[in-house]
């Protein structure tokens, strides 16, 4: 099979892949029939903080006297192997593999296809879900018998509907008048814990918002200068502002940024998009302290 990465891949993701080819290579087949690099090293990104990715879909989650004996064969260590309460769809394992960390997750295909059946059609706007879109698009199929390549082919339009429904989930708690000047109380007392967390909090809504706007399907918070780089709409500076919000280092200075990064993106919706309470909300905020 003939295995690429996207151009300008750094060499240490083409190492990454050459090491989870090795892996791919040795697995059972009743541990999947279909096995798929993802993360970092298959968007091209991975640097030496980086580790492996590997999901693998098979038609039954096999139990542990399948996993452990393989991975003792191939020399991993450290092994912690994780099936969720309740759970026959999917299962997870984390493990040492020559001194590098592979996190390495096992689904169904039955259960892989219908969550991608749901969100292709838009009925999924979970931020937990959506992400998954992120992940199987820049897959690099390891061993296929197709599957990977129909599921990438389903994810190729943003659906209908979707982005309007995520734009009003997270811009409603900003309409909300009493909520945005709870900030200033916060940096008044410098409560720096309970501020942080709702700055973290408008910085999601603001994450899952700018990738509706711009109707693409939002990634993994990590490598953010990297995903948000090819967006036509986004506020100007926008990873060097959210350093800002996030330092702290001033805190009324934060919430400041942080209002007008929020007020920034609504301005950069079209206007199918009605989030004017939320606008007058914040904007009310922002006017009430000079900073």
Avoid at 37 to 64: C, F, K, Y
Avoid at 133 to 154: K, N, Y
Avoid at 238 to 256: C, F, G, K, Y
């Amino acid at each position: 099979m003939m295995l690429t990465l996207p151009e300008g891949a750094t060499k240490r993701s083409s190492e990454l892949l050459a090491l989870a080819q090795e892996l791919a290579a040795t697995c059972p087949p009743a541990l999947a029939r279909e096995i798929a690099l993802t993360g970092s090293a298959a968007h091209g990104w991975a640097d030496n903080h980086s580790d492996i990715e590997l999901n693998l879909w098979v038609e039954r989650i096999p139990g542990r006297d399948v996993w452990e004996p393989w991975l003792q064969s191939i020399g991993a260590t450290d092994i912690d192997i994780s099936v969720p309460p309740g759970s026959d769809g999917w299962m997870w394992t984390g493990y040492r593999f020559r001194g590098i960390w592979i996190e390495m997750g096992l689904a169904t295909l039955s259960s892989q296809d219908e969550l991608l059946t749901r969100i292709a059609a838009g009925e999924a706007t979970q931020h937990d879900l959506l992400i998954l879109v992120s992940m199987m698009r820049d897959a690099v199929p390891l061993r296929t018998e197709g599957w990977i390549e129909g599921w990438q082919q389903r994810l190729e339009i943003y659906p209908e509907g979707l982005a309007e429904n995520i734009i009003r989930a997270n811009t409603s708690v900003w309409s909300d008048p009493h909520v945005p000047p709870v900030r200033w109380a916060l940096a008044d007392r410098r409560d720096l814990l309970a501020l942080s967390l709702r700055l973290q909090w408008d910085i999601g809504n603001l994450f899952r918002v700018l990738f509706a706007a711009n109707e693409t399907w939002e990634p993994d918070v990590k490598w953010l200068a990297k995903t948000t780089e090819s967006l036509p709409l986004k506020p100007r500076r926008l990873v060097e502002r959210l350093d800002t919000v996030l330092s702290l280092q001033d805190p009324h200075r934060s919430v400041a940024e942080m209002f007008t990064l929020i007020l920034d993106m609504l301005a950069l919706l079209p206007d199918r998009f009605d989030v004017s309470k939320a606008q007058d909300s914040v904007l009310a905020a922002a006017r009430s302290r000079a900073v």
